[in-house]
C-alpha cells in the first residue's frame, strides 16, 4: 500500500509500509518529540541501536502495522517524517483491538500528513490484521491531536487524572476508540457527499 500527497509548496510525500532501512529516520523523529517534553510521557531518547532494530524486528515478528511519511527526494535518515504505528493488544483476548502512536516532525505538523498516517493504518490495520477498534491516548492538554482524532471519528471514553507526573507537574491522559467499521461507513459517506 502506497499513496502519494503533494503539498502546497510542491514537497511530495509518500506514504507507505516501513522498511528496515527507515529505522534511524524514524528514531531520530522519536527522540525529536522527547526533546519537546510536550507529547511523549517517556523521559529518554532511544539511542542505542539493538533498541532501535529490536522495536522493528518486533513489528514484523507480531506482524503489526507501522506506515512512514517520506520525503523521497532527501537521504535517509532525513527522508522519513512521520510515521504512524498500530500495534497490537497484549491481551489475548483483546486481539481485535490495536493500539495507535503517531510522530509527525514538528515541521510538517498541520499539512495532513498525520491525518493521511492514520487513515492508511486504520485501513491496513482491518484489512491486514483483521482490526476491529483502534484505540488511542494522549495528554489532556493536546488539543491539536485531540482536534484531529476527533475530526477522523475518534470519541473520548475516559480520562486518566494526574496519569503522568513531568518536571514537578501533573498531566491528565485523554483515553479515545474508533471501531473501524464505524470509521469507514464514514469515509464512504464522505466520498458520497463530494460525488453530489
Not at 527526494?73 to 522519513?80: K, S, T
Not at 496519569?163 to 464512504?188: A, C, G, H, P, V
Amino acid at each position: 500500500m502506497k499513496k502519494v500527497l503533494e503539498l502546497k509548496n510542491r514537497e511530495k510525500i509518500i506514504f507507505r509500509h516501513i522498511k528496515k532501512s527507515d529505522v534511524e529516520g524514524v528514531w531520530d523523529n522519536f527522540n525529536e518529540v522527547i526533546e519537546e517534553g510536550i507529547y511523549i510521557p517517556v523521559f529518554y531518547p532511544v539511542r542505542t541501536q539493538l533498541e532501535k532494530e529490536s522495536w522493528y524486528h518486533n513489528i514484523k515478528k507480531e506482524n503489526e502495522i507501522c506506515f512512514i511519511a517520506e520525503l523521497p527526494e532527501r537521504n535517509p535518515p532525513y527522508n522519513i517524517i512521520g510515521h504512524c504505528e498500530i500495534s497490537n493488544s497484549e491481551w489475548d483476548a483483546a486481539s481485535h483491538v490495536g493500539l495507535l502512536g503517531i510522530i509527525v516532525k514538528r515541521k510538517y505538523r498541520d499539512l495532513g500528513i498525520g491525518r493521511n498516517l492514520i487513515d492508511i493504518a486504520i485501513k491496513a490495520s482491518k484489512h491486514l490484521n483483521h482490526k476491529e477498534k483502534i484505540i488511542l491516548s494522549c495528554f489532556s492538554n493536546n488539543e491539536r491531536a485531540k482536534h484531529l482524532y476527533k475530526k477522523l471519528g475518534f470519541r473520548i471514553i475516559g480520562i486518566r487524572k494526574n496519569q503522568f507526573y513531568i518536571d514537578s507537574n501533573y498531566y491528565d491522559e485523554t483515553l479515545m476508540e474508533i471501531w473501524i467499521d464505524d470509521y469507514l461507513k464514514n469515509k464512504e459517506i464522505e466520498i458520497f457527499l463530494m460525488d453530489i
